[in-house]
């Protein structure tokens, strides 16, 4: 007991210092457009693309992390569900930002190949923040809403192979038919 | 010879009947359609962004200064916002392993702090910043309109550990996240 009021009043009559972030700036100055994202028809087995722009409006060069994130059923816009992996989502974990310029950054869905993920209404959010040691830190978040068509690519292979069969039969009857006609004008 | 001929084609032209209308289906579905509003952009503004708290002292309360509009959030981008907070431990700038856990139960002990905020004109008590390990944080400026009419002011409060090594540089991140609503 007598150790522990002592330590306590040697941290008490210690300057102690907890110096929480030294500088006086303002937040690190950028924005993310656009702020949503909606792509219809992505059939399953299918892949699509499109473009973020995050502008750094500081003067110097800076890091902005990107994520992914599943947000709660509570946050999304009403008759979606969240996206069931977030793997789905491509986009590269940091970019560097030169100063006072813009960056467009890919962004890639791809939906498995599976009839379960046909006809869905999902939503993900993709993070931006900045790499900045103040207390204080923006993150944006881009709401990306994701709906699948009713085919996939499985039923257009299928369909595929549909033709190429009924071409290689009319192919190999009509050489059938040929080859006895002219057998039968040689005799 | 003849009639077997006409079977046959008669079969695959009904398949390809079938086929062609499906093909020209699926097509049309898999034209994927992309919008994106490019002219709506996040853009938050946050002032201050640090705290230049100095030495402390175990177990005692800090306020901002001023206490409850010591920073101001502005919606400068141009569509309405939700945002969100999300506290996380405070860390020994030379060794990160080194911190003060952020208390989920507004008490604090020893290496275990306590922070809050109050958002100026709503809030009626301080709110505790705690930590979402995974996850946004909690609510903070519900529909934050755009332009310095809709801006807001909140302050922070910190309650020290009750006791924890000094001389020691703390450094803490409270991330603000923006989602257009």
């Given amino acids: ?187 | 010879m003849k009639e077997q001929i006409i079977v046959i084609i008669l079969v695959i032209s009904f398949f390809l009947v079938l086929v062609f209308p499906v093909e020209a289906q699926d097509s049309d579905i898999r034209t994927i359609t992309i919008t994106m509003t490019t002219k709506s952009i996040l853009e938050i503004e946050l002032n201050p962004v640090t705290w230049e708290i100095g030495a402390v002292e175990p177990n005692k309360e800090y306020k901002t200064n001023p206490e409850k509009t010591w920073c101001t959030i502005t919606n400068r981008g141009n569509c309405v916002v939700d945002t969100y907070i999300n506290g996380d431990d405070a860390r020994w700038v030379e060794n990160p392993n080194s911190k003060w856990i952020l208390s989920s139960n507004e008490s604090n002990s020893e290496n275990e702090c306590v922070l809050w905020y109050w958002i100026a004109w709503c809030s009626t008590d301080y709110i505790p910043v705690t930590k979402a390990d995974s996850g946004m944080g909690s609510e903070f400026c519900i529909d934050l309109d755009i332009g310095e009419e809709n801006q807001k002011q909140f302050g922070l409060k910190l309650l020290t550990p009750t006791s924890f090594i000094g001389s020691r540089d703390m450094e803490s991140t409270i991330i603000i996240s923006a989602v257009a609503t």
């Fill in chain 1, 1 to 187: 007991m007598n150790m522990l009021q002592n330590r306590y009043v040697f941290w008490l009559f210690t300057l102690l210092l907890a110096v929480l972030l030294p500088s006086t700036t303002l937040a690190w100055s950028f924005s993310v457009s656009p702020s949503e994202v909606e792509i219809e028809n992505l059939s399953p087995g299918n892949k699509a693309e499109f473009k973020l722009s995050i502008y750094n409006k500081e003067s110097i060069n800076q890091v902005f992390y990107l994520s992914s994130y599943l947000p709660d059923e509570t946050d999304i816009r009403q008759g979606r569900t969240v996206v069931p992996d977030n793997s789905w989502i491509s986009l590269p974990a940091q970019v560097k930002v030169t100063a006072n310029s813009e960056k467009e950054i890919t962004i890639a869905v791809s939906i498995p190949q599976n009839q379960e993920w046909k006809g869905k209404d999902w939503e993900i959010w993709l993070g931006i923040s900045p790499e900045t040691p103040e207390l204080l830190v923006i993150n944006y978040y881009v709401r990306l809403l994701l709906s699948t068509g009713e085919a996939t690519n499985a039923a257009s292979h299928s369909a595929q192979l549909v033709i190429i069969v009924s071409i290689v039969v009319l192919f190999y009857v009509l050489c059938s038919y040929y080859r006895k006609a002219h057998r039968n004008t040689i005799r």
